[in-house]
């Protein structure tokens, strides 16, 4: 038996504690009876997404609708009036940055931040290493190599990423109205900070995106309040690894002779939702602008690769992911800023349909947290991605997302064993030094 596979058998045991020994008997049996019917509803429709060679756990136990993106939709987000692109100054980071929120967090942000554990720094410092824009981006060989036709340049290229570690890939037609219409440059000074925008470079020509996702590690998550000190460096980990890719994946598809272009964490030109969703890695969810993956939640970080490689894209996804959101609001019960809103409807933001948040209380939490560094307690506490992989959890989402009603069940169960809620200590590895985070 190989050790990776002694230590995941290790993990599912560990994760057998009394509590939720009332699954078994008739729970199972039950639970089973459902989950083999709904398995038995899954269509025979086949897009893109499944033009792969990936592991047959890719999207997990979920019931998976594939839907077309239109003028009106893109996947379940529904599009009732024009998007119109932002200029990166506009987001929660770059906003501290510029002082709009005081001088305190706009100092916080630049010398204390990611220097309150020595792990987060680490990280974020080799992130960094990865964000020249010769480094993300750079012209295409002058001869192109001769490549597979669309579709198996497509597995090919998904399979690249498996290869390179990734927990999940897709391909979308890009969104260009994603992209930011002005990128923000800062570099700081102990009086403040000197700011710069600058138009982004045209990737009009960049027809698709290669999506990479990364999962933030569940026994980790286990382990932590979703606040403390573990938080950044969870988050940059994986903005370090979809990085690590896309600068792999797009300096390969340069050297075939095509251009492409990474955007990760350090080095953006676009928003990164839109793109998630066109290339059939989730739906919208009510944690503002983080797109819950059918098997991962939005446990997850991300990196694209946007290219005008000949690729066939996936379609948009439907799980049932934003319904259950719409009933669930655990996140907002539990965010310990505030920022996540209760109402059960959507509202329209640029053209779109989404839930509100409040990104000025979102990003001061997290920039000024006297408890640990950053925060990612909506993600911690979530009932689609906070549990271990097991076959009744498995089924329970399946209920949640094809069953009408089942999703507030899951809920309830979830507060009622404290999953999402617990932090279990023997999985807690890291160490803290809680005198730095103040």
Same mark, same amino acid.
């Given at each position: 038996?190989?050790?990776?596979?002694?230590?995941?058998?290790?993990?599912?045991?560990?994760?057998?504690?009394?509590?939720?020994?009332?699954?078994?008997?008739? &729970?199972?049996?039950?639970?089973?009876?459902?989950?083999?019917?709904?398995?038995?509803?899954?269509?025979?429709?086949?897009?893109?997404?499944?033009?792969?060679?990936? %592991? +047959?756990?890719?999207?997990?136990?979920?019931?998976?609708?594939?839907?077309?993106?239109?003028?009106?939709?893109?996947? #379940?987000?529904?599009?009732?009036?024009?998007?119109?692109?932002?200029?990166?100054?506009?987001?929660?980071?770059?906003?501290?940055?510029?002082?709009?929120?005081?001088?305190?967090?706009?100092?916080?942000?630049?010398?204390?931040?990611?220097?309150?554990? +020595?792990?987060?720094?680490?990280?974020?410092?080799?992130? &960094?290493?990865?964000?020249?824009?010769?480094?993300?981006?750079?012209?295409?060989?002058?001869?192109?190599?001769?490549?597979?036709?669309?579709?198996?340049?497509?597995?090919?290229?998904?399979?690249?990423?498996?290869?390179?570690?990734?927990?999940?890939?897709?391909?979308?037609?890009?969104?260009?109205?994603?992209?930011?219409?002005?990128?923000? %440059?800062?570099?700081?000074?102990?009086?403040?900070?000197?700011?710069?925008?600058?138009?982004?470079?045209?990737?009009?020509?960049?027809?698709?995106?290669?999506?990479?996702?990364?999962?933030?590690?569940?026994? #980790?998550?286990?382990?932590? #309040?979703?606040?403390?000190?573990?938080?950044?460096?969870?988050?940059?980990?994986?903005?370090?690894?979809?990085?690590?890719?896309?600068?792999?994946?797009?300096?390969?598809?340069?050297?075939?002779?095509?251009?492409?272009?990474?955007?990760?964490?350090?080095?953006? @030109?676009?928003?990164?939702?839109?793109?998630?969703?066109?290339?059939?890695?989730?739906?919208?969810?009510?944690?503002?602008?983080?797109?819950?993956?059918?098997?991962?939640?939005?446990?997850?970080?991300?990196?694209?690769?946007?290219?005008?490689?000949?690729?066939?894209?996936?379609?948009?996804?439907?799980? &049932?992911?934003?319904?259950?959101?719409?009933?669930?609001?655990?996140?907002?019960?539990?965010? +310990?800023?505030?920022?996540?809103?209760?109402?059960?409807?959507?509202?329209?933001?640029?053209?779109?349909?989404?839930?509100?948040?409040?990104?000025?209380?979102?990003?001061?939490?997290?920039?000024? @947290?006297?408890?640990?560094?950053?925060?990612?307690?909506?993600?911690?506490?979530?009932?689609?991605?906070?549990?271990?992989?097991?076959?009744?959890?498995?089924?329970?989402?399946?209920?949640?997302?094809?069953?009408? &009603?089942?999703?507030?069940?899951?809920?309830?169960?979830?507060?009622?064993?404290?999953?999402?809620?617990?932090?279990?200590?023997?999985?807690?590895?890291?160490?803290?030094?809680?005198?730095?985070?103040?």
């Amino acid at each position: 038996m190989s050790a990776v596979k002694k230590r995941k058998e290790k993990f599912q045991k560990e994760l057998e504690f009394s509590r939720r020994e009332f699954l078994g008997g008739a &729970g199972i049996l039950a639970a089973s009876a459902a989950l083999v019917n709904l398995k038995g509803m899954r269509g025979e429709a086949r897009a893109a997404n499944e033009i792969t060679a990936q %592991l +047959p756990e890719r999207y997990g136990s979920a019931h998976i609708n594939y839907v077309p993106a239109t003028e009106k939709n893109l996947g #379940t987000t529904r599009i009732v009036g024009p998007i119109k692109q932002r200029r990166q100054a506009e987001d929660g980071f770059f906003r501290a940055v510029s002082g709009e929120f005081g001088e305190q967090s706009a100092r916080n942000y630049f010398f204390h931040f990611v220097n309150k554990h +020595p792990l987060s720094h680490a990280l974020f410092k080799t992130l &960094g290493h990865m964000a020249a824009d010769n480094v993300v981006g750079g012209e295409p060989a002058p001869e192109k190599l001769p490549i597979p036709d669309p579709e198996r340049m497509s597995r090919h290229i998904k399979e690249l990423g498996f290869f390179l570690r990734a927990d999940d890939v897709g391909i979308g037609v890009m969104q260009h109205h994603a992209s930011y219409s002005e990128r923000f %440059l800062a570099h700081p000074t102990p009086e403040g900070k000197i700011d710069i925008s600058t138009p982004v470079e045209d990737n009009s020509h960049h027809k698709y995106v290669i999506a990479v996702l990364i999962d933030q590690d569940l026994r #980790t998550m286990l382990g932590s #309040t979703g606040y403390d000190g573990i938080s950044a460096s969870q988050s940059f980990r994986s903005y370090a690894t979809s990085g690590f890719i896309a600068v792999i994946m797009a300096d390969y598809i340069r050297m075939l002779g095509y251009n492409a272009r990474a955007h990760h964490a350090e080095n953006y @030109n676009m928003i990164l939702a839109p793109n998630l969703i066109a290339a059939g890695m989730g739906e919208h969810s009510r944690a503002c602008d983080c797109v819950m993956h059918p098997r991962l939640g939005y446990r997850t970080k991300a990196a694209v690769v946007s290219t005008d490689l000949p690729l066939v894209p996936d379609t948009p996804i439907d799980f &049932g992911g934003m319904e259950f959101c719409r009933r669930c609001k655990k996140c907002a019960e539990e965010c +310990p800023s505030k920022a996540l809103s209760f109402e059960t409807e959507q509202s329209e933001y640029n053209g779109y349909m989404c839930w509100p948040g409040d990104m000025a209380k979102c990003t001061l939490f997290r920039i000024n @947290n006297p408890q640990g560094v950053s925060c990612g307690r909506c993600m911690k506490v979530c009932p689609w991605n906070n549990k271990e992989d097991s076959f009744i959890h498995s089924g329970g989402l399946q209920l949640a997302g094809r069953v009408p &009603g089942a999703d507030g069940l899951l809920k309830d169960v979830d507060d009622m064993l404290g999953y999402g809620t617990e932090q279990i200590e023997e999985f807690k590895w890291w160490l803290d030094w809680p005198e730095m985070y103040k």
